[in-house]
């Protein structure tokens, strides 16, 4: 099974700040990478597919970008509704596999 | 709109089967792939398996073969069933759908999910 590495595991960050999240890909997954956010008590909302492509709705201080088998999300500029926690997803070969999350709050 | 909507017991005994309906709404589930993920605090998100559009499927080996899905198009609902339940099997369960028709994943939308409690 491929494991995805996430990190940070909690991340404390500024309003208007830029943030980071990674995920490392325990082998090659090309660029089937998506990135979800889920709010409390709510179910995950796709962010980002495809390593770098918006969903439809999602602010463009989205980013998603890849360096090798290192993935990336990047926040442009935190607001408030950022708020939540943050998971990457691999699809490239089955069993789909989730990283453990990011925890984002506002400082 | 796409709409998508799981219906379970919220307590289910230990050894005994789980079973969970999602009635979608807003597309026809002989065009995407439906998707059963769980999020457990043991294991966090976790991709169970899957009903392509045309009704074959496939399955996470975690789950052996304790895990079937199964569909009733004429009725726009997927099933889950899951047996010889355990402890460790609390937590929220989830539809999703894949987004693109010819691909399985990302997932662009999900269900509220039901929690299921696993207790004597």
């Known amino acids: 099974d491929i494991q995805m590495t996430q990190s940070p595991a909690s991340l404390s960050a500024s309003l208007e700040e830029i943030v980071t999240i990674t995920c490392q890909a325990s082998q090659n997954i090309g660029n089937w990478l998506a990135w979800y956010q889920q709010k409390p008590g709510k179910s995950p909302q796709l962010l980002i597919y495809?390593?770098?492509s918006l969903a439809d709705g999602v602010p463009s201080r989205f980013s998603g970008s890849r360096s090798g088998t290192q993935y990336s999300l990047k926040i442009s500029r935190l607001q408030v509704e950022d708020i939540g926690i943050y998971y990457c997803?691999?699809?490239?070969?089955?069993?789909?596999?989730f990283g453990s999350g990011t925890k984002l709050e506002i400082k | 709109q796409v709409q998508l909507k799981e219906t379970g017991p919220g307590l289910v005994q230990p050894t005994q089967t789980l079973s969970i309906t999602c009635t979608v709404s807003?597309?026809?589930?002989?065009?995407?792939?439906m998707q059963w993920v769980r999020q457990t605090p043991g294991k966090g998100l976790e991709w169970m398996g899957f009903?392509?559009?045309?009704?074959?499927?496939e399955y996470n080996s975690e789950f052996k073969s304790r895990l079937s899905i199964s569909r009733d198009t004429s009725k726009n609902q997927v099933f889950l069933k899951m047996n010889s339940l355990k402890t460790e099997d609390t937590g929220v369960y989830y539809c999703?759908?894949?987004?693109?028709?010819?691909?399985?994943?990302?997932?662009?939308?999900w269900g509220q999910g039901v929690m299921v409690t696993v207790s004597s």
């Open positions: 999703a759908r894949s987004k693109f028709i010819t691909t399985v994943a990302p997932f662009d939308y």
């Open positions: 495809g390593t770098t």
């Open positions: 009903i392509r559009s045309g009704g074959s499927t």
């Open positions: 997803q691999q699809a490239s070969s089955t069993p789909l596999t």
């Open positions: 807003g597309f026809s589930l002989t065009s995407y792939y």
